[in-house]
């Protein structure tokens, strides 16, 4: 079982302002949840803070700091292309909430790509009826990243067109039809829903295009950064995301929502917690008042799932943390009766628009990123 400590502990332990134990949450650093025995209060993860307490000691050395950086899952990469901001996502200075009122995935792409032109996500003609979802995503990746060239020595225009077509291949291989309409009304199509339908899908790929220096987008850089080619680069970023503990989240939230919807919100809240997992779909280190993504999405589709309604007022009420961009997917997914990986193939589609930003500004940094371990085995 997770250690929690009140605040007052963790200042102790961290020998720090509040202000700066709010920055820290804030950042991610140190979990956060509300005191189950008084909502009013937080709780502070004690791993989390110990781990803090321990990079603290070790300095400012760079030895330290590559060796506290690869430990602790913490690297940091200078970017021009997204950050969180005061509880808001940005994009190159525009917020994400209020870029999804209007903007396509395609407008989206030029914002963070920093070009002029909305960029064109073309999906190739299939020779033969084919199959769409997850597994033939990372298996078309795989046959592009296979074929294609290194990216070294490529200017970023080159970049973003190889990178634009690898894109518009991924989204054949979730379900785009082929033809010249914005990738989402594609998309809604192919899953068979209407335009309606089609303008939420629209809004959740922009929502979900970049999210900071993630797990995945790490992964894409780090393959980018070796030269990889721009399809390399986006495999990369596919099969880190389809951890549980990254875009393989909106699957907990799906099956948490089958829980409830046989078992009773409640009961369905006290089994997962019970078994002192996080509950998936609520709350996020990043946003302590309420992601941003949710709220936008939530906000246009609304949630009229009853189950899901049960659920979501059962959660606040049981952990005080409101619901996250997995939640909002996850009603999405269910009020348009799209497939049940859906969750995953929106995020895989929306963020690849973010990992193609961040491998362009990786390969025209011209670094590579070489991280340090250290060998802890016996000698011989």
Known sequence: MSEWLSREEALERLNVRPQTLYAYVSRGRIGMRPDR????????RADDIAALATRRARGRSPSAIAESAIAWGEPSIATAISTVWHGHLIY?????????????LEETAAVLWGVSEPVRFETPLPDAPRQSGRAPAFAQLALLAGQARPSLGSGAASLCADAARAIGVLAGALG???????????????????EGG???????????????????????????????SPAACLLAGLATLSGPRHGGAGEAVMQLAEDAARHGAEAAIRRWLGHDRPLPGFGHQLYPEGDPRATALLSAIGNTDETLRSLETAAIAATGAQPNIDF??????????????APFQLFALGRSIGWAAHMVEQIVSGSIIRPRGRYEGLLP
């Open 92 to 104: 190159r200075g525009r917020d994400a909430a209020v870029l999804s009122d209007n903007a396509t």
């Open 328 to 341: 909002a997917l996850a009603v999405l997914t269910r009020s348009l009766g799209l497939p049940r990986d």
């Open 198 to 228: 089609a303008d939420a899908i629209r809004r959740a790929l922009v929502l979900l295009a970049d999210h900071e220096l993630n797990a995945s987008t790490f992964a894409a850089r780090v393959a980018a950064s070796t030269g990889a």
């Open 176 to 194: 785009a039809e082929a033809g010249p309409d914005p990738v989402h009304r594609r998309l809604a199509r192919g899953w068979s829903v209407d």
């Open 37 to 44: 025995a008084d909502p009013r209060h937080s709780q502070y």
